[in-house]
């Protein structure tokens, strides 16, 4: 990265050319333009708390702040050193080569290649890319239902056809049943760990899917709660496979929300394509504190795993305290756990927490009586344990 790569150009022809071709009309242009193209930040089409325009988020002034599914607290200690070590190089874009060292933690605990994985500040920009570059008038979205809406909702802005599909019986995705939703798709989108009910969709379905959906169509897998689960992932299927995406983030486990890191792992054609937006700007220019606190922290093998444990402990202490109670709430690889308050309204159950200074976090429209609640510290969870004895009784 050097001053002279970094453009904030709009569209260039190619993109442009690109988007008529496939079906979108010239006055859709300057609108993806005005999202991707001056490298503003694609998530908030997706986090109504951010697009609501001026209301304030009410969670900063709860106690116990369980609703937004961030970890409960901030990076693990190497990454913290590194990226204060960082500060004072701030002046240069990029003092070490910070980005290939990124990547090559990423190859080292993955197992791909440089040219597949790039970097970008969270998931929530390239997984916008990744539908405007493979959606469009013509080729639909494919979508879970209850899942993350960020894919549905950019879908929707373009104008694509978005089919969201129920879940399976057990939580997973209906991969069977995405297909034949859509069977010609330009993307199905995949959340495993699911954001909102923490269940994970078997490898092997994920397979399976790849090997029948249409030349063309692509397979989008996100791994955001990956490191919550301790599971085997998809990335494989990314260098198998030239049309696979696996997107990863640092805001859940990692601790990182707020410091905006997470890659993309894919062939090296399809980040070419989903960087033309904005002449490769997300993924190059990272603020490199966030790049070196992610690169150590990717890399810390035992202190994922301990917080990990952290974490399935203090989601085992209050699924006991809700599962003596009788509540009904529904199984879960992740941080999150779901609710379901039958007779009650979640909108309102949130509310009631709200009162006690817990902040959970919402619903689903297919579920209007079931909350989503992270999993916080085991501290945090006690007093939600707490708060829910008071609401509840
Ligand atoms: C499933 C899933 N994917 C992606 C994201 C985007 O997160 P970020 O942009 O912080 O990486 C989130 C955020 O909550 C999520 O739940």
Redesign the pocket.
Known sequence: MTEDSITTAPLGAEAQDDLLTRGFARRDLARIAAVFGVGALA?SVGRPAFASGGVPDPAPTAKVRIG??ECWTGPLAPGQKAAAAMIGMGNRYSPHDDRSDFIKAVMAVEAVPFDHVAPWP????P?CRAVVTYCSPTKGLVTADP??E?AGRTAAWLGASVKAVPLTAEYTHDVKAMLAANPDAGLYYI?TP??PTGTITPLADIEWLIANKPAGSMVLI?E??THFAGVPVASYLAVKHPDVIV?R????LFGM?GL?M?YVITNPANLTKMMRYDGGMQSGALPVTSLACATASLTAAPLIAARRAEMQSARGLTLDHLKARGVTVFPTNANMFMIDWKTKQAKDMQAAFRKQSVEIGRSWPIWPTVSRVTVGSSAEMKAFCTAFDKVVA
């Open positions: 998530a937004a599914n969270g998931s929530s920009d997984l899942t993350f960020l959340c699911n954001n996100d955001a709660y997107m983030t640092f805001s859940k929300a905006r997470g």
